[in-house]
């Protein structure tokens, strides 16, 4: 038997107290199951873990555990150095090609998109909406921030937004860009 620390979230707990009550009280098991929305042979699973383990048999196996498929830390801190210095200005799709193809991490762009948006990296392809949403997050923590380092390291990031990844020059004149259809008559 192992003993695990008995820390519920507030859906163990609710099931917890319903399940005590009903074993205190010898309460009424139609009623407890439908509160918990679930059958009566659960509840009567519920009881008997109750009485074998208490409080412990309602939390989950895997509670406080990371699971197996999660990125560590070392690989999230490679995915924004090889961004920041190797691959900078790659769209995040590309970005993965490429970590597949040269580093061997395979990582797919919407786990590159998470990571590089915690450090407000935004993709060459980013919309102006994004665009506004994070700057007004960076404008929150410049307001809130406590030190002079802080606020000068937030505003670093903000015209970073700003300026992210232009497309191209705008033309001085108008008509000065020249487009041509390659589209067969």
């Known amino acids: 038997m192992t003993i695990r620390k008995v820390d519920l979230n507030m859906n163990e707990e609710e099931k ?5 009550k009903l074993v205190d ?11 918990l929305n679930c059958s009566i042979r659960h509840v ?22 990371k699971p197996s498929h999660s990125l560590t830390q070392e690989t999230k801190q490679l995915v924004l150095d090889l961004y920041r210095t190797k691959y900078w200005g790659a769209n995040f799709t590309h970005y993965s090609e490429l970590l ?24 060459p392809k980013a919309r102006r909406a994004t665009k506004k949403r994070i700057k007004k997050k960076l404008q929150e923590q410049k307001e809130s921030a406590t030190s ?3 606020i000068a390291k937030i505003s670093e ?3 970073d937004i700003q300026d992210a990844h232009p497309r191209r020059p705008r033309c001085a004149y108008t008509g000065e860009m020249i487009q041509m259809d390659a589209s067969c008559p």
């Open 148 to 150: 002079k380092k802080e």
């Open 44 to 65: 009567n699973r519920m009881i008997q873990g109750y009485l074998k383990e208490g409080k412990s048999f309602f939390v989950h196996g895997n509670k406080g555990r």
């Open 25 to 35: 009280t010898d309460g009424n098991k139609n009623r407890s199951a439908i509160n």
């Open 157 to 159: 990031r903000i015209v």
């Open 100 to 123: 597949l193809k040269f580093e061997g991490i395979k990582i797919s762009p919407s786990t590159i998109n998470s990571i590089l948006m915690q450090e407000y990296m935004l993709s």
């Open 16 to 20: 917890y107290l319903v399940i005590k």
